[in-house]
């Protein structure tokens, strides 16, 4: 019988944070323009046409670069940044979720690390990604570790689990992608609602961004009535490519981490 290709398949699939979809519209908008600059038209017309490639073309540098240092193939940094979230883990044992799991890579990193831990990735997996349950199923197989991880697709803004059902929640970046709710600090407050009292959290977002959610200080204070909350740039605990500090990149990135109080 002849088998499928993803049967053939013995290593797991994980894509990084940048859309390959999202970096081929921009590389045919650069294109676009570019070609309009090769039409017999008003010279003017043309050197408008080719000006505005520019920041198309830059855009296009900025996503390819970004996809090949965070991949394996290149410096890594994706599975780098995992390890920090999974270094400040307090946890022996327990259950663990992952919120905004993706392809599965941090979650399954986790479950390694952790053996007699029992976990639970949700992501919303929308058209729009290049994720799947699916793929998240088969690589948590691959990596021998499917018996400990249930896969859900849920929105982060309305966690489908009861109240402190958690000893540990981590995320990476996602609360900045939920489209359902405006206001990012009541989508991390839902992330402490099924939190342990006494459990541990680790969260790495956007939080320096401003637009996303709002002034830092204004967010910390909002946040620590419930819980112990500790702050790092993710420039000061790892040292990453100048490029990557782009603001569109991870220039905003910090980490949140601590424990639950009540």
Avoid at 138 to 149: C, L, P, Q
Avoid at 180 to 204: C, H, Q, W, Y
Avoid at 244 to 259: I, Q, R, T
Wanted: with cysteine.
């Amino acid at each position: 019988m002849l088998r499928t290709a993803n049967q053939l398949r013995t290593k797991p699939t994980y894509q990084t944070w940048i859309r390959v979809n999202k970096l081929l519209i921009f590389l045919g908008i650069s294109l676009l323009f570019l070609m309009i600059t090769f039409f017999p038209i008003s010279i003017y017309l043309r050197i408008l046409s080719g000006m505005l490639a520019l920041p198309f073309l830059y855009i296009v540098f900025i996503l390819s670069y970004s996809i090949f240092q965070f991949a394996g193939f290149g410096g890594n940094y994706q599975s780098k940044i995992h390890d920090v979230i999974v270094s400040r883990m307090d946890v022996e044992s327990g259950k663990i979720l992952d919120i905004g799991t993706g392809s599965g890579s941090l979650i399954i990193k986790i479950a390694k690390r952790f053996p007699h831990s029992s976990l639970i990735g949700i992501d919303y997996w929308g058209e729009n990604w290049e994720y799947s349950k699916a793929q998240c199923e088969e690589n948590a197989e691959i990596e021998g570790v499917s018996d400990r991880i249930q896969f859900l697709k849920a929105s982060a803004s309305k966690l489908p689990f009861r109240d402190a059902e958690f000893d540990v929640v981590v995320s990476c970046l996602t609360f900045h992608e939920v489209k359902d709710s405006r206001n990012k600090t009541d989508v991390i407050r839902e992330a402490f609602r099924v939190l342990k009292p006494g459990g541990t959290f680790v969260f790495m977002d956007l939080f320096l961004d401003e637009a996303m959610f709002g002034e830092r200080t204004e967010l910390v204070a909002d946040l620590t009535d419930t819980v112990e909350l500790k702050q790092e740039k993710l420039t000061d605990v790892l040292n990453l490519p100048k490029l990557l500090l782009n603001k569109k990149v991870l220039g905003n990135a910090m980490v949140f981490h601590g424990k639950k109080t009540k």
